[in-house]
Structures are given as C-alpha cells and as structure tokens.
C-alpha cells in the first residue's frame, strides 16, 4: 500500500516536473518574444504589456507548484533529490526572466521619460525655428540695404584711389621740392652763420651790415637804460634778436626788459618776446634782474637776466630794409 502510494506521488510529481519544464520552456520563449519586444518597445508597447500579464500570471503558477512540491518534499525524498536540482535551474531562469522582465519594463519608462523629453525639445525647437526665419528675414532685408552701401563704398573707394594715386604723385613733387629747398636752407644757413662770425670781428669798429640790419658794438661798458639811450641818440635800438644767428659769443645788453610787468618780457619795440634763447635755469632773477644780456657761453642759449644798473657792453641794431 505504502509503495502503490509513493509510486503514485511519484509519477504525481514526475508530472508536476514535466509541467514546471513545460512551463520553463514556455518562460525561455516568452523570454525571447520580450528581447524581440524590447528592442521593437516604441511600436510595441501594448505587446509588452500582455506578456507582462502572462508572465505574472505564470510566475503564481510555479509559486502554487513549488509549495505543492515542499509539502511533498517528505514523501517523495528520494524522487526530490533528482527533481530539486532541475528546480533550482528553473528557478534561476525564472529570476533572470523576472531581472531581465524587470530590465525591460525600467528601459520601457526610461524610453517613455526620453520621449517626453523629445517632444518638449521638438516644440522647443519649432519656436526657435520661428523665431530663426523672422531673423533670417530681416537679415535678408539687412543684406540687400548692406549690399547697396557696399556698392557704393566701392564707388567711394575707386574715387579716393584715384584721389590717393593723385596725392601720391603730388607728394613725390612736394618731397623733391622739400628736398631742393631744405639744400637751399642748409647752405643760406652756412652762408649767414660765416656771416655772423664776420660780424662778430667786425662789430667793435665800426657799425657792420649783417642781412637787413646794421650793427654796432659799444667800447665801453653802461647800465641798461644808458646804453638804450645811446642806441637812441644813434638812430638805433639794442638789438631785438628774432632768429638764432644773431646770437654772439660776448656779454652784451639786448634790447629786452621785463621791467613793466615781471615776468613779461618785452623788446624796446614794444613787441613781446616770442622765440628765446635762455641759458638754462634763466630768468632768475625775479623783481630785482630785469634786463636781459647775452652772456659768453659756449651753448647757443645765452641769454641771462641781470640786474638793470650793472654796466655791460651794448649791441645797437638799425634796421636798413623794411
């Protein structure tokens, strides 16, 4: 009797393996339908969705069959051995369906949360593109307006090269003619420097021509005032110095004082001082050197403020052109 019964709820069993392998067989082809719905998921979510349901619906199945299968464990220990190794790779493949059904349905609502995604990028794009043609239609506009000022830049441009090529053929002219007159210049200034240091020999004798003045050199030392006045007796006036060469290498009074208002310089023409040759550190001498003298210096910038009483040698100058 025990062994009809065990021989029973072992083919019971052998059954229920036939089932469970039936049924795995089934879970490893529904596994394959689900790679194949996976990688089709956009167009075949509603496939999905019912193989979600089978599979939930087969995974209560073998939980029924596996507590059917521990509440015989006792009776059919021998037989259980066996049927428990093939158990337990069903079982595995079973958690990897579920991991992989699981991965599936994470890739599903990932694809779903990335189509949202897009759409707002779509409608986003749209705009941008709107927005894109209105630029690019005033820019279409803003071409034509720069393409008509370009045109008439180039016309500018043509006008002012040939203005340019005419400029440049009058400045070779002027350079050449600049270049004449600065050799011409070079050697007056030769010719009036050897001038002047004849001049300067002559001055003691006698009055002396030198360009369109004549000059005379005093043997005798005075103040200031005395000798302007001895000019004035001749005809003449200390000497007004407008340009460098009628500097000289001797302590002489010029006609120029700042005795009316210190600090302004004037001639005894009553011309302000305008191109000066003062030593340097001159004028010093404030409210109490107010006439001016040309003193022996070796630089061109002679000139010195002394005090008016002291008594120097004098220049007169008497102009002979107008």
């Not at 089709?40 to 089978?54: A, F, G, P, R, W």
């Not at 000289?248 to 001639?267: A, C, H, P, Q, V």
Request: glycine share 2%; with cysteine; net charge negative.
């Amino acid at each position: 009797m025990d062994t009809v019964l065990l021989h029973s709820l072992y083919n019971n069993l052998t059954s229920e393996r036939n089932q469970l392998l039936t049924s795995y067989n089934r879970l490893t082809t529904e596994r394959e339908q689900l790679l194949t719905s996976y990688n089709n998921l956009k167009t075949e979510k509603d496939q999905l969705l019912t193989s979600y349901n089978n599979l939930t619906t087969e995974r209560e199945q073998l939980l029924t069959s596996y507590n059917n299968l521990k509440t015989e464990k006792d009776q059919l220990l021998t037989s259980y051995n066996n049927l428990t190794t093939e158990r337990e790779q069903l079982l595995t493949s079973y958690n990897n369906l579920k991991t992989e059904k699981d991965q599936l349905l994470t890739s599903y609502n990932n694809l779903t949360t990335e189509r949202e995604q897009l759409l707002t990028s779509y409608n986003n794009l749209k705009t941008e593109k709107d927005q894109l043609l209105t630029s690019y239609n005033n820019l279409t506009t803003e071409r034509e307006q720069l393409l008509t000022s370009y045109n008439n830049l180039k016309t500018e441009k043509d006008q002012l090269l040939t203005s340019y090529n005419n400029l440049t053929t009058e400045r070779e002219q002027l350079l050449t003619s600049y270049n004449n007159l600065k050799t011409e210049k070079d050697q007056l200034l030769t010719n009036m420097t050897k001038n002047r240091d004849n001049l300067q020999r002559k001055l003691q004798e006698n009055w002396v021509a030198f360009s369109d003045s004549l000059y005379q050199v005093s043997s005798e030392k005075k103040s200031w005032e005395e000798s302007r006045q001895d000019c004035l007796q001749k005809g003449a006036h200390l000497m007004i110095i407008n340009r460098r060469e009628e500097q000289f290498k001797k302590s002489l009074w010029i006609g120029l004082t700042d005795s009316e208002t210190d600090g302004r310089w004037k001639w005894v023409d009553g011309t302000r001082m305008t191109t000066s040759y003062w030593n340097r550190g001159e004028p010093n001498g404030g409210r109490t050197e107010n006439c001016g003298q040309i003193k022996v210096y070796d630089s061109q910038n002679s000139w010195n403020d002394e005090t008016c009483s002291d008594k120097h040698f004098w220049i007169c100058e008497k102009r002979i052109s107008p």
